[in-house]
């Protein structure tokens, strides 16, 4: 209540300073005093509530007749235009108030269903993290545990304590690359990426980015083409790091026996990666969602392990340096990921002419 009674207050005397000011010194049209108070009344409606701009109008009404219409300081009104002048003052006042208030109502209506919305999906992202963390954190813990447990078995043979070792192996390999995610996850919403660029070969990018998912793609065919000779600058952490994750997902989604093939190509001062699988493709319906946060499309299937973090966090990776990433399916079958990143670039040979 004090907050509306101070708005009114505030209104008040912005009527008072503006009759003050043309009774005093400026001594303008009636039509441009009628106006000026008129402004005070949108203010006053877009700013305080309905009633506030009610009485803010009847008071600027009753001083634009007491001190601005002819007889000055009398309520009487000699002239019938400025009877209908000051009706009309107070009918606009009322009616712009009103509208005024019903058009801040409906953008506070509108604000608030906005927070509730930001609100909802906040929570729909922290479940679908814990229930992806819960997953995704239990299988490899629970085969870790398992095949410590073997290890310490007397019967177990030397070939089988090399399969368990290696198993333990995976699964440590996949918990970090979880916690990897997690933390570029992290790094992106906090803005916290700091780009390094340097010259390096496409084909190196690919490599390190196989490198990342060693264990992803051990037993996977991996054909590597490009128009080679040119180097291109870069950051090859960021560009490495996304690409792992778009390969990452081909490994997932497609079986042993099908290649992944990647090109690489500098073309219009941007580097185009281009990763293509035999896998059965993405469904239409997905497309849209495809790079949102904890997305797995439909294609996914109870025996695809993954958190739908990682085609996300390479869209974030790559905006950081100014790229982007898209998806389809290519001409004939399987998905295709598209990246591209803007590069200088130059020839491999007169780089290597440069050098003493």
């Given at each position: 209540m004090t907050k509306n009674l101070r708005a009114l207050a505030v209104a008040l005397l912005a009527v008072a300073a503006i009759v003050f000011a043309d009774v005093k010194w400026l001594h303008i049209?009636?039509?441009?005093?009628?106006?000026t108070f008129l402004l005070v009344v949108l203010v006053v409606a877009a700013t305080s509530r309905l009633w506030i701009a009610i009485v803010t109008s009847i008071v600027a009404m009753l001083c634009?007749?007491?001190?601005?219409?002819?007889?000055?300081?009398?309520?009487t009104i000699e002239d019938p235009e400025n009877l209908v002048a000051l009706l009309a003052f107070l009918a606009v006042s009322l009616a712009a108030s009103s509208l005024w208030s019903v058009a801040r109502a409906k953008a506070d209506a509108a604000l608030a269903r906005h927070d509730a919305d930001l609100a909802r999906k906040g929570e729909e992202l922290k479940s679908a993290l814990l229930a992806s963390l819960g997953h995704n954190?239990?299988?490899?813990?629970?085969?870790?545990?398992?095949?410590?447990?073997?290890?310490?078995?007397?019967?177990?043979g030397e070939e089988e304590r090399r399969e368990q070792g290696e198993l333990v192996l995976t699964e440590v390999e996949r918990l970090t690359r979880l916690f990897e995610n997690i933390l570029e996850m992290a790094r992106i919403d906090a803005g916290a990426i700091a780009i390094e660029p340097r010259w390096i070969d496409p084909t190196e990018l690919v490599e390190a980015a196989r490198d990342q998912v060693l264990h992803t793609l051990a037993h996977r065919t991996?054909?590597?083409?490009?128009?080679?000779?040119?180097?291109?600058?870069?950051?090859?952490?960021?560009?490495?790091?996304?690409?792992?994750?778009?390969?990452?997902?081909?490994?997932?989604?497609?079986?042993?026996?099908?290649?992944?093939?990647?090109?690489?190509?500098?073309?219009?001062?941007?580097?185009?990666?281009?990763?293509?699988?035999?896998?059965?493709?993405?469904?239409?319906?997905?497309?849209?969602?495809?790079?949102?946060?904890?997305?797995?499309?439909?294609?996914?299937?109870?025996?695809?392990?993954?958190?739908?973090?990682?085609?996300?966090?390479?869209?974030?990776?790559?905006?950081a340096e100014g790229g982007r990433i898209s998806a389809g399916n290519g001409a004939g079958g399987g998905a295709e990921f598209t990246i591209a990143v803007p590069v200088e670039s130059k020839a491999a040979e007169a780089d290597a002419l440069?050098?003493?």
């Open positions: 049209n009636t039509a441009t005093v009628a106006l634009f007749n007491f001190f601005i219409l002819p007889p000055v300081g009398t309520w954190l239990r299988t490899p813990l629970t085969a870790i545990r398992v095949a410590a447990s073997n290890l310490q078995a007397s019967w177990l991996v054909h590597v083409t490009g128009d080679g000779g040119r180097l291109v600058r870069i950051d090859p952490r960021l560009t490495a790091a996304a690409l792992s994750h778009v390969l990452e997902n081909a490994a997932q989604y497609t079986s042993d026996a099908s290649p992944i093939e990647v090109h690489t190509a500098v073309r219009n001062a941007e580097l185009v990666l281009t990763v293509r699988d035999g896998g059965p493709g993405i469904a239409e319906v997905d497309l849209p969602r495809l790079f949102d946060r904890f997305f797995r499309g439909r294609q996914s299937k109870p025996r695809v392990s993954g958190t739908g973090m990682g085609l996300s966090i390479a869209r974030g990776l790559l905006a440069a050098v003493p």
